[in-house]
């Protein structure tokens, strides 16, 4: 990729955990450049996100996500260097949308024809910077009457994963529409998927890691790969529980609440044969399915037949339990380091902590920041590209 594309990513306090990371972390691992900025911060600074999810109460709930770190910087920014900007949702765009420099900057990408992609109450800034007139958009539905008094043609979202395109501008109802809101992107930037079509299984369990389910899941439904979630002894529209953890200065992860995750599909119906990879994330969920004997078959039955599998974190407990990391060089989270050792493994260390390894058919990772790296090297063992 003699040109590669550059996107910017408007970030800010209280961003929607899911509407930055994912995007952020995708766009990477298919070979965009992400820079990711907030006004009034500087590159190694953080951004607080909120957990944002309907439930049974009258709107979405918020609870504490992930602590998002900037790598650019906002002053620094110039629009005419990127080839298009993400604005995710969440809390932060009702300040952002106060900000005159964050309106100049959307002006002048706009004023550009640079591609843009806004998410659910991103659309304020959208409205406020008054670059919607006259243009089809969705939202979250409580954006709404904002942006039908900034004169914009309101697209009721059938479904919150509802996504509208006019021209150079791509809009999403929320997170559950990144897939689509993500491949939409890509695919205006000039970017090709081959190798698509992929069937994947998704290991799912209580308290598995928000991030380590939602980014990938949703980066290889991007990539137009059919992603199928299971847990043991759940059915498809049950929901799992996930944990936040996350690096704040102790001396290990400290753990919050996260999304439910909806599971698609049923594990008792699950079949090795039926699928071209296998994808493990971590968390707290490994402990407990490592006992399970459905599991372990399972997941003898992907090694063996030498189809691609990945695993991250604490994933790693489960390939240790079921025999399978007998010869194999990969690495994990750090406290997982006797279970990978015990199970017969090489340990390589992973310095840094977004450091990511392949073994043969096996893709192993330390934790959520490699990310990028892991989704990219688990898609050239299932032979998916993006081409720009």
């Known amino acids: ?3 590669p594309k550059k996107v910017l990513l408007l970030c800010g306090d209280y961003v929607e955990d899911y509407e930055v990371m994912v995007p952020f972390q995708a766009l990477l691992a298919f070979g965009v450049a992400v820079d990711a900025v907030c006004p009034g911060k500087k590159a190694g600074d953080i951004c607080r996100t909120g957990i944002h999810q309907l439930g049974a109460h009258q709107t979405y709930s918020e609870s504490r996500g992930h602590n998002f770190s900037l790598n650019a910087t906002f002053d620094e920014v110039e629009a005419g260097k990127y080839d298009g900007l993400v604005i995710p949702g969440g ?3 009702e300040y952002l949308a ?3 420099s964050v309106l100049e900057l959307v002006k002048k990408f706009v004023s550009c024809k640079k591609q843009i992609a806004s998410i659910c109450h991103g659309q304020l800034i959208l409205a406020a910077a008054d670059v919607v007139n006259g243009r089809k958009c969705t939202a979250f539905p409580l954006v709404k009457p904002v942006l039908i008094d900034a004169g914009a043609h309101w697209v009721e979202p059938e479904t919150m994963a509802s996504c509208v395109v006019d021209g150079n501008l791509i809009t999403g109802a929320t997170y559950e529409g990144h897939p689509e809101f993500i491949r939409l992107f890509v695919k205006a930037l000039g970017g090709n998927i081959t190798g698509s079509g992929k069937r994947i299984l998704f290991l799912c369990g209580d308290f598995m890691e928000d991030y380590e389910v939602a980014v990938p899941f949703q980066s290889l439904q991007a990539l137009e790969c059919q992603v199928d ?4 002894k759940k059915k498809a529209g049950e929901k799992c529980p ?3 953890h ?3 200065g102790d001396q290990t992860y400290s753990e919050k609440p996260g999304h439910d995750f909806v599971l698609n599909s049923s594990f008792e119906d699950v079949s090795a044969s039926s699928y071209d990879g296998l994808v493990i994330p971590g968390g707290r969920a490994p402990e407990y399915l490592a006992l399970d004997n459905e599991v372990i078959k399972l997941v003898k039955e992907f090694m ?4 691609p599998v990945a695993s991250i974190c604490h994933g790693q407990q489960i390939l240790a339990a079921a025999g399978v990391l007998k010869g194999k060089k990969c690495t994990a989270y750090p406290a997982v380091k006797l279970n990978v050792v015990l199970g017969g493994a090489t340990w390589l260390e992973p310095e840094p902590i977004d450091r990511c390894f392949t073994d043969g058919n096996l893709v192993t990772g330390a934790a959520w920041p490699g990310h990028p790296e892991f989704i990219s090297q688990f898609m050239a063992l299932l032979g998916v590209r993006v081409v720009f």
């Open 1 to 3: 990729m003699a040109n």
């Open 91 to 93: 809390r932060a765009p």
């Open 98 to 100: 106060n900000d005159k």
């Open 229 to 232: 979630s299971v847990c043991p």
């Open 242 to 244: 996930t944990a936040v």
């Open 246 to 248: 996350d690096f704040e």
């Open 304 to 307: 063996e037949s030498k189809k």
